[in-house]
């Protein structure tokens, strides 16, 4: 069973950086697609950036410059740096693994971690 646990969420300032984490567990790891995406009060839950197996990355235009995602396979985690946040970064953060079972997609997501950017 695919288990995802995200960290590393909290309060932080304006202009300040924060590190989540997203530990994964019951697959296999380092051939998946994984992402990170965010939902705040009242929005849908938006893509803020993908890697892939071989460390493709991809991230939203409002996260370009800011944040980074990376993998490190031997400790199937997934990472999302985030720098420069402004208070519209405020959401749950939910980190997802997107598998295949032939061609068909299965998506597995975490809990989420709460990130608040507040003076």
């Known amino acids: 069973q695919v288990q995802l646990v995200e960290s590393g969420g909290g309060l932080v300032q304006p202009g300040g950086s924060l590190r989540l984490s997203c530990a994964a567990s019951?697959?296999?790891?380092?051939?998946?697609?994984m992402g990170w995406h965010r939902q705040a009060p009242g929005n849908e839950r938006e893509l803020v950036a993908t890697?892939?197996?071989?460390?493709?990355?991809n991230y939203a235009d409002s996260v370009k410059g800011r944040f980074t995602i990376s993998r490190d396979n031997a400790k199937n985690t997934v990472y999302l740096q985030m720098n420069s946040l402004k208070s519209e970064d405020t959401a749950v953060y939910y980190c997802r693994e997107r598998t295949y079972s032939g061609y068909v997609p299965k998506d597995y997501w975490g809990q989420g971690t709460q990130v608040t950017v507040s003076s």
């Open positions: 019951g697959s296999i790891f380092r051939i998946w697609t």
């Open positions: 890697i892939t197996s071989s460390g493709t990355t």
